[in-house]
């Protein structure tokens, strides 16, 4: 564990720094006032497959995913803290298998990569804008997507898991 925590946790939570870094100093924030796509950002494609778009915007998030709870944002500091030390204790002390390890270090990385938005910036820094058709994807970043294959990580391995046990039960 010791060698895998930073070999993850190092090159995701600088990956996520830099580009929220250029993002807050070089792009302006999204506009709605600029009708058309992309508000302000820069494009990265337009109508793949007939109506996927991508940009990158500057937002400005508050709150947790997709802004919920801005209103409770120090709130929100305090339980991401809360959270990455809960996590932290159980990776050290309870998770030994590798395979169990990568995701919690993905999820442990996301959040601390938008915990250090806070002091940095006073809100976390959102860039990723999809738009399937005419459906607008919430808007969100590195640290988000570390959370999110972290969390899919675990829940494929809880599945995969119970097979394994169940096919363990049958064969005795």
């Known amino acids: 564990m010791k060698k895998k925590f930073p070999a993850i946790f190092l090159p995701f939570f600088l990956l996520d720094f830099l580009t929220k870094y250029y993002t807050y100093h070089f792009i302006p924030k999204m506009s709605y006032s600029k009708p058309?796509?992309?508000?302000?950002g820069i494009k990265v494609f337009q109508k793949l497959f007939g109506g996927i778009d991508f940009s990158i915007v500057h937002v400005e998030n508050l709150g947790a995913a997709w802004g919920i709870f801005s209103a409770y944002s120090e709130y929100l500091l305090w339980a991401r803290l809360?959270?990455?030390?809960i996590l932290f204790i159980y990776l050290v002390?309870?998770?030994k298998e590798t395979k169990k390890q990568i995701p919690i270090i993905m999820i442990i990385t996301g959040a601390a990569g938008?915990?250090?938005d806070f002091p940095l910036y006073g809100h976390v820094i959102?860039?990723?804008?999809?738009?399937f058709?005419?459906?607008s994807y919430p808007i969100f970043n590195v640290a988000d997507c570390m959370i999110t294959c972290g969390i899919f990580l675990l829940f494929f391995?809880?599945?995969t898991q119970k097979k394994t046990h169940v096919s363990q039960e049958r064969i005795s």
């Open 36 to 40: 058309e796509f992309p508000y302000g």
């Open 157 to 159: 391995l809880s599945l």
């Open 114 to 116: 938008n915990i250090l």
């Open 133 to 135: 058709w005419d459906f």
């Open 93 to 95: 002390f309870f998770i």
């Open 82 to 85: 809360a959270i990455i030390g």
């Open 126 to 131: 959102d860039m990723m804008y999809f738009k």
